[in-house]
């Protein structure tokens, strides 16, 4: 039986630890809110690029954009690793770090060379521990993301496929999408499959036809598939940091509902250790005045 | 009179949205004002200023990397940056024109040399742009 002390102070400390994850829990939910707003704020960008970049590609067919290209002989890949820096979320990062390894194993198999970009801390070290080369990497950026961060890690790989230093480019993230379910998802970014026109078939096609396009089509479209690497990206950011705050408030949720029971448990085992002891301490008294009057 | 839904759309936010008399875009290939039933059109833009007039006040935007794409009485106008001229910080433009300019005198790689060009480019018209308001 432990003393009555102890217990007290264990019970002290679950109630410490669950102000602390309660705590967790509300500032991620305050974040989240903002994380979904920019999602939210960022979708009518990503999908009239997408609208836009679908229709070009329809009007320039068999284009031979480097972005576009296939290369013919693939010795180098890029996987672009967005995870989270803190842990504390759950096995949201672990997720992601695992689809992302498994990805690299199936390109080391197809004979590439795997190398990776990661942007958020708990992959970076998942990768160098793999062993992997890194090609880049940003830590601490989850927190104030921006669309030039989104930039300069798409110019990064856009800069290397063009060179031929890489042949295939992924991006690995953690979709969002709802506050219980975020998934790793899998994504090439090079070469650049074009987005396929959803509606154009319909009315949309014959109001769009007499489009007047300045510069030429396919000066255009060398101008925007760039950008929408960097959409892609962005996106897949975004996506991260919303899972990342959904994530984290569910398991805190679960780390304070523990707290909860644990306190519950240990209150119990107070009071029988404290009724223990009062028992006890009367069958002492009990036992001397009986030992007296005898 | 009829009128032309603007929008101005950045990755971050919606920067302008409203009916207005006129705009004018700087396209790559040059100026180009959009009236109400323009063509239709899609046009890469430049670094530059964005100016619409609503009810005869102009007013003047800053708009980087971007493309406008005219259909059906809207203009929609994509950029990686976009900001009104009232909303522009002169001090943070200011600090990275200075900047710039120190990068490109110090000289360095060919790389570096374009992207300070491009930010010095920047800088200046969001600086010329605050200047109108």
């Given at each position: 039986?432990?003393?009555?002390?102890d217990v007290?102070m264990k019970?002290v400390?679950?109630?410490?630890?669950?102000?602390?994850?309660?705590?967790?829990?509300?500032?991620?939910?305050?974040?989240l809110?903002?994380?979904?707003?920019r999602?939210?704020?960022?979708?009518?960008?990503?999908?009239?690029?997408?609208?836009v970049?679908?229709?070009?590609?329809?009007?320039?067919?068999?284009?031979?954009?480097?972005?576009?290209?296939?290369?013919?002989e693939?010795?180098?890949?890029?996987?672009v690793?967005?995870?989270?820096?803190?842990?504390?979320?759950?096995s949201?990062?672990?997720?992601?770090?695992?689809?992302?390894?498994?990805?690299?194993?199936q390109?080391?198999?197809?004979?590439?060379?795997v190398?990776?970009?990661?942007?958020?801390?708990?992959?970076?070290?998942?990768?160098?521990?793999?062993?992997?080369?890194?090609?880049?990497?940003?830590?601490?950026?989850?927190?104030?993301?921006?669309?030039?961060?989104?930039?300069?890690v798409?110019?990064?790989v856009?800069?290397?496929?063009?060179t031929?230093?890489l042949?295939?480019?992924?991006?690995?993230?953690?979709?969002f999408v709802?506050?219980?379910?975020?998934?790793?998802?899998?994504?090439?970014?090079?070469?650049?499959?074009?987005?396929?026109?959803?509606?154009a078939?319909?009315?949309?096609?014959?109001?769009?036809?007499?489009y007047?396009?300045?510069?030429?089509?396919?000066?255009?479209?060398a101008?925007?598939?760039p950008?929408?690497?960097?959409?892609?990206?962005y996106?897949?950011?975004?996506?991260?940091?919303?899972?990342?705050?959904a994530?984290?408030m569910?398991?805190?949720?679960?780390?304070?509902?523990?707290?909860?029971?644990?306190?519950?448990?240990?209150?119990?085992?107070?009071?029988?250790?404290?009724?223990?002891?009062?028992?006890?301490?009367?069958?002492?008294?009990?036992?001397?005045a009986e030992a007296?009057?005898? | 009179?009829?009128?032309l839904?603007?929008?101005v759309v950045?990755?971050?936010k919606?920067v302008?949205?409203?009916?207005?008399?006129?705009?004018?875009?700087?396209?790559?290939?040059?100026?180009?004002?959009?009236?109400?039933?323009?063509v239709?059109?899609?046009?890469?833009?430049k670094?530059?200023?964005?100016r619409?007039?609503?009810?005869?006040?102009?007013?003047h935007?800053?708009?980087?990397?971007?493309?406008a794409d005219?259909?059906?009485?809207?203009?929609t106008v994509?950029?990686?940056s976009?900001?009104?001229a009232?909303?522009?910080?002169?001090?943070?433009?200011?600090a990275?024109?200075?900047r710039?300019?120190?990068?490109?005198?110090?000289?360095?790689e060919?790389?570096?040399?374009?992207?300070?060009?491009?930010?010095?480019?920047?800088a200046?018209?969001?600086?010329?742009?605050?200047?109108?308001?």
């Open positions: 039986m432990p003393s009555l002390k007290k019970i400390g679950v109630g410490k630890t669950k102000q602390i994850t309660k705590a967790m829990n509300m500032v991620a939910s305050a974040k809110r903002g994380a979904q707003a999602i939210e704020r960022f979708r009518p960008y990503a999908g009239k690029y997408r609208d970049l679908a229709e070009l590609a329809s009007k320039v067919e068999g284009t031979s954009h480097p972005l576009l290209a296939e290369h013919e693939k010795k180098n890949c890029a996987i690793l967005v995870t989270s820096d803190r842990g504390l979320c759950g949201f990062n672990g997720n992601i770090i695992a689809a992302a390894l498994k990805l690299a194993r390109k080391q198999d197809e004979g590439m060379k190398r990776f970009a990661c942007v958020g801390r708990k992959g970076r070290d998942a990768a160098a521990k793999n062993g992997y080369e890194l090609l880049t990497s940003y830590g601490d950026r989850m927190g104030s993301l921006d669309f030039a961060l989104a930039s300069s798409a110019q990064e856009i800069h290397g496929y063009e031929l230093e042949d295939e480019v992924w991006l690995v993230y953690g979709e709802s506050m219980g379910h975020q998934p790793p998802r899998s994504l090439r970014l090079l070469p650049l499959a074009t987005p396929e026109a959803e509606e078939e319909g009315e949309a096609a014959g109001a769009r036809c007499e007047v396009y300045e510069p030429q089509e396919e000066q255009l479209l101008e925007l598939l950008r929408y690497v960097k959409v892609q990206v996106r897949g950011l975004l996506d991260t940091s919303a899972s990342e705050h994530a984290r569910a398991a805190m949720d679960n780390a304070t509902r523990n707290c909860n029971e644990m306190i519950n448990t240990l209150t119990l085992l107070y009071n029988k250790t404290r009724q223990a002891s009062i028992t006890s301490e009367l069958i002492d008294i009990v036992g001397g007296l009057n005898g | 009179m009829s009128t839904q603007l929008e950045t990755p971050d919606t302008v949205s409203a009916e207005v008399d006129m705009t004018v875009c700087p396209g790559v290939m040059g100026e180009f004002g959009v009236l109400p039933h323009h239709s059109l899609l046009s890469a833009l670094t530059g200023c964005l619409y007039t609503q009810n005869g006040t102009p007013t935007v800053f708009i980087s990397g971007g493309f005219v259909n059906n009485k809207v203009l994509l950029a990686e976009a900001e009104v009232a909303d522009i910080d002169t001090a943070r433009a200011e990275a024109r200075e710039a300019e120190k990068r490109l005198a110090e000289g360095g060919n790389i570096d040399h374009a992207r300070a060009e491009a930010a010095l480019q920047r200046m018209m969001r600086l010329q742009i605050a200047n109108l308001r």
